[in-house]
């Protein structure tokens, strides 16, 4: 059982509509990051003993994967479908149709295929919105201090400051292909786009539509993708592996079509990595705000094939997912709502946190109040409130014309959010480090790029709201134009499975189990085997029961 204050005497101590005090113990950023936040602890990291990375800090749940076996085998592609493209996209994402639209409209053919169906990704659930420096109190030089702050220091300056430099031609190419944003006066057009602040900014800088900007900028990205014929989109199809030269460059990838059963082996000049980060893998036994298919598949197969890593001990833990009722949480409640002014309020009925400080610092708060008896306990579950109907008294109306995505929220919560607060508890949010690559997205072997989520040395170890929708536009769109260029050259006249067969000596070596394979495709939960999957495919079933006469 929890410990904590009861729900019941916690709601009893709350007061809508009155200033909470505010607790007066302050510990050093420092202090409670390492005191609290799940990056730090004794068991936070191992050392990687193969690849690139040896020796370096990762994430123990992601260190068994990144130094797994692979999934198939030389005999898996016995027969496999053929195909060839100049460029192959992986991941459905923003990252994706924003490097898929990119490279197409320099001429290349594009194919491009995500695990689950175009949009099926953490874009679309982004809800607190994109941050571009477009305002006159702003400038792309706050920007950068800002994101290089909250990321620690640990970003790449250069990197970030393309990305700064990218946002407001990125917001551009945005309503050109027909997005919505907020205006200031909710003129339908011609008024100025509404800036809000968001946690750890020195200005505002968050452009949004209400609370579900990632669904409306997927919807635009998936309708200009839908309409470009020289975009070729695989739906339900994995990734599951890289194709090599014998140079030791990326020549292409296999895919598992989880419709047909089969594998497919697509022969590309290029490849770019779309696939997002790694919170359904719910690292550290945290519920997560990810998508069914953030399992951290880009990471696994581009360390098989020899490409770098960075900050893999680092993940953005959200401080405000859905805490009750259970079957809901992870459940993300957007920024938006303490942007607007919503505020955080333990058991006791005390404020414990500037609620606009970084995202890490806040859900390390959230996790003392816990751990030291002040959080609110409900059901076996452990949390904060969220003062929902404070922000509705002081502001009529915003949780039914502002805050739509968590009025929705709530109703499948069973409460009524101007009634009654949320409870609330950190949820595995975002993956901080990546592959590292530079400023168009390619990694150090050869053919392959990165793009968005799957990609570090933006964000450091800490990442700002709206950071990540600039990123994935910003970086996709120049990794696709960076591959296009890739048209032009000769393809491999080889490419297999190789750098595979080298991983498995280094395994070996290494004294690594090659019993454990990885990528994990989807969580455990969905007891999922590629391997028992394809051979139910007609033809293995035929095969299998000619091998019994």
Not at 185 to 208: E, V
Not at 247 to 255: D, F, K, Q
Not at 403 to 432: M, S, W
Not at 469 to 488: V, Y
């Amino acid at each position: 059982m929890s410990t904590g204050i009861p729900y019941e005497n916690a709601l009893q101590r709350y007061r809508p509509g009155v200033a909470p005090v505010l607790r007066a113990d302050d510990p050093s950023v420092d202090d409670l990051l390492k005191g609290y936040h799940p990056d730090h602890g004794p068991n936070a990291r191992v050392a990687l003993a193969v690849g690139v990375n040896r020796g370096e800090s990762c994430q123990p749940d992601l260190a068994r994967l990144l130094q797994a076996n692979a999934l198939i085998d030389d005999v898996d592609l016995a027969g496999a479908q053929l195909v060839h493209t100049d460029v192959l996209v992986v991941g459905g994402g923003g990252a994706g149709c924003a490097a898929a639209l990119t490279a197409a409209k320099q001429g290349a053919r594009v194919m491009l295929a995500g695990k689950l169906r175009l949009g099926d990704s953490n874009t679309v659930m982004a809800e607190g919105g994109i941050q571009a420096a477009v305002g006159e109190d702003d400038s792309p030089q706050l920007h950068f201090e800002d994101t290089l702050r909250a990321g620690h220091f640990c970003g790449d300056p250069e990197l970030v400051a393309q990305m700064v430099m990218d946002g407001p031609d990125v917001i551009r190419w945005l309503i050109q292909l027909g997005m919505m944003f907020d205006l200031e006066d909710d003129r339908p057009i011609g008024g100025n786009l509404l800036r809000k602040k968001p946690g750890g900014a020195s200005a505002a800088r968050i452009l949004s539509y209400r609370d579900y900007t990632g669904l409306e900028m997927m919807r635009v990205l998936r309708e200009a993708v839908d309409l470009d014929s020289g975009i070729d989109v695989w739906n339900r199809c994995p990734v599951v592996e890289l194709l090599s030269d014998e140079r030791g460059s990326c020549a292409g990838a296999v895919l598992y079509n989880l419709e047909w059963r089969t594998f497919v082996l697509v022969r590309a000049r290029a490849v770019i990595l779309a696939t997002g980060g790694a919170g359904r893998l719910h690292l550290n036994a945290f519920p997560t705000s990810n998508h069914y298919g953030a399992t951290a598949d880009g990471l696994v197969l581009a360390y098989r094939i020899g490409a770098r890593l960075r900050e893999l001990d680092s993940f953005q833990y959200h401080p405000t997912g859905v805490a009750w009722p259970p079957h809901l949480a992870g459940g993300l409640i957007s920024e938006a709502a303490r942007s607007a002014g919503a505020k955080l309020i333990n058991g006791e009925g005390e404020r414990f946190v500037d609620e606009l400080n970084a995202r890490d610092v806040v859900a390390s708060a959230i996790l003392r109040e816990c751990a030291q008896g002040r959080g609110i306990t409900h059901d076996d579950r452990v949390g904060v409130f969220l003062d929902t109907p404070t922000l509705e008294m002081e502001n009529p109306g915003i949780l039914a014309q502002r805050l739509v995505t968590l009025r929705h929220l709530a109703h499948k919560c069973g409460i009524d959010p101007a009634r009654e607060p949320f409870l609330v508890y950190p949820t595995l949010h975002y993956q901080n480090g990546g592959v590292a690559v530079d400023k168009d997205g390619a990694t150090n072997v050869p053919g392959l790029y990165c793009a968005g989520e799957v990609t570090g040395g933006i964000h450091g170890r800490n990442r700002l709201m709206g950071n990540a929708l600039l990123d994935i536009l910003s970086m996709g769109r120049r990794a696709g134009a960076s591959a296009a260029q890739s048209k032009g050259r000769t393809m491999a006249s080889r490419a297999g499975i190789g750098h595979v067969h080298a991983w498995q000596r280094a395994l070996t070596l290494a004294g690594l189990s090659l019993h454990v394979k990885a990528p994990q495709l989807f969580p455990d939960y969905a007891h999922f085997d590629l391997q028992a999957d394809a051979s139910l495919r007609p033809d293995a079933r035929s095969r299998a029961a000619g091998s019994t006469r």
